[in-house]
């Protein structure tokens, strides 16, 4: 990875609290999004939001009007006295903030350089290790969900931390799968176009918990952000910039994730598309990716086959990582990751036998060679997951969307 973006305009040791307050409050300015991040780079404290002469330079440093900068900076400067007020709030959720200016902010994003966010509100850890991300439509269909299940399940198996952005559809169902992998050890990674603390999309606290068990909520957005249309475009180069690759399951003509798909090509990552069918719109997005060069993602496994050096170096040394965790736990948790790898692989094999249509448990039990009370158990959290529907006479069948 690219090193962490650095400040053009002098040294910033010695004064980390000072510039911490000043990010801080630049990154709860509403307007000039843009804008607000480049000045971050620039910041060497509270002064400088005093603008003054500091404005009329990085105006120009910027090519930014200088009227817009004076502006950022004089709102930015009204937010200092919030800055304490917005950490405790952030503290009673269970979240930190981040910023450029500390050790745990994330290398990945330094290639964003001046569109690196100043500030993240994180509740939960920061995986350690590569990532790549999945997106996709918000309306996909069974076929969708099943492949954004299969690759983020596969990918996390490996030591991969799934990157997606919390919407209902392909990235909730990325995020679920992934938390499913691993004995329960997978992991990954949730950015949001809003404010931690807003139940966004409605009625998905449940699953927001489970991410920040084993994994994280990452929000550039101040708290009480409320969802607005073009916060999720900008949120998107943060899910590109921490994966080394993306993947498309499901994309409209027009939808973010060709947004975030182009912001990966950008900054020079690999762009996966999955097929479809030629009939299906939500198919559309993805054959424009395959048209223009992504690379087809047909199976997880060859994806994995094909991960570069560094990404290999980093899992093998998460290999260990987790090697030494698993030697100190061993004994009934052994037993218990056992049962929960049988039950990622028993998810997987009823997945393919439903692609031929309603089954009952008794047919699924039978094709699987799999007893009909774990297979009950297996179609019961399919369905809360949204992956498969009973119907009339006890049969089920993948989930239409």
């Not at 801080?24 to 843009?34: D, F, K, Q, S, Y």
Request: glycine share 10%; net charge neutral; charged share 25%.
């Amino acid at each position: 990875m690219a090193e962490r973006p650095a400040p053009e305009s002098g040294p910033r040791e010695g004064r980390h609290d000072e510039i911490r307050r000043a990010l801080i409050a630049l990154n709860m300015v509403h307007e000039h999004r843009g804008l607000v991040c480049a000045l971050a780079q620039r910041v060497q404290g509270e002064d400088d939001l005093a603008c003054g002469d500091f404005a009329e330079q990085v105006a120009g440093s910027l090519e930014a009007p200088v009227k817009s900068v004076r502006e950022t900076l004089r709102t930015a400067r009204g937010c200092l006295g919030s800055v304490g007020a917005e950490t405790a709030r952030a503290a009673e959720i269970g979240a930190t903030l981040i910023t450029l200016v500390d050790a745990d902010y994330p290398s990945a994003l330094a290639d964003l350089g001046l569109h690196a966010p100043p500030v993240l509100y994180v509740r939960g850890h920061l995986p350690d290790g590569p990532g790549i991300a999945i997106v996709g439509s918000r309306k996909a269909d069974a076929y969708g969900l099943e492949v954004a299940s299969w690759f983020a399940r596969r990918l996390a198996a490996a030591g991969l931390i799934i990157v997606s952005g919390f919407a209902r559809g392909i990235d909730q169902a990325a995020h679920r799968a992934a938390l499913s992998a691993r004995a329960g050890t997978g992991r990954t990674a949730a950015v949001l176009g809003c404010g931690l603390d807003i139940d966004y999309p409605r009625n998905s606290r449940r699953i927001a918990a489970e991410i920040t068990r084993r994994g994280c909520l990452i929000s550039e957005f101040p708290l009480g952000w409320q969802p607005r249309p073009w916060h999720f475009p900008i949120r998107n180069r943060i899910i590109a910039a921490l994966g080394f690759a993306s993947i498309v399951v499901r994309a409209a003509n027009r939808s973010g994730s060709l947004i975030t798909a182009r912001l990966a090509l950008d900054l020079g990552r690999e762009v996966y598309a999955v097929p479809g069918s030629v009939l299906s719109r939500e198919s559309a997005g993805a054959h424009l990716l395959l048209r223009d060069g992504a690379i087809p993602a047909l199976d997880p496994d060859a994806l994995l086959e094909t991960l570069p050096t560094a990404v290999l170096e980093a899992l093998e040394h998460r290999t260990l990582q987790d090697a030494a965790s698993a030697r100190s736990s061993e004994g009934a948790d052994s037993a218990e990751a056992a049962r929960r790898d049988d039950s990622d692989s028993d998810v997987d094999g009823l997945l393919v036998a439903l692609r031929s249509g309603a089954r009952t448990p008794e047919e699924l039990a039978s094709t699987l060679s799999l007893p009909i009370p774990g297979v009950l158990a297996t179609l019961a959290r399919l369905e809360i997951d949204g992956l498969v529907r009973r119907y009339d006479g006890a049969s089920y069948a993948l989930m239409a969307r």
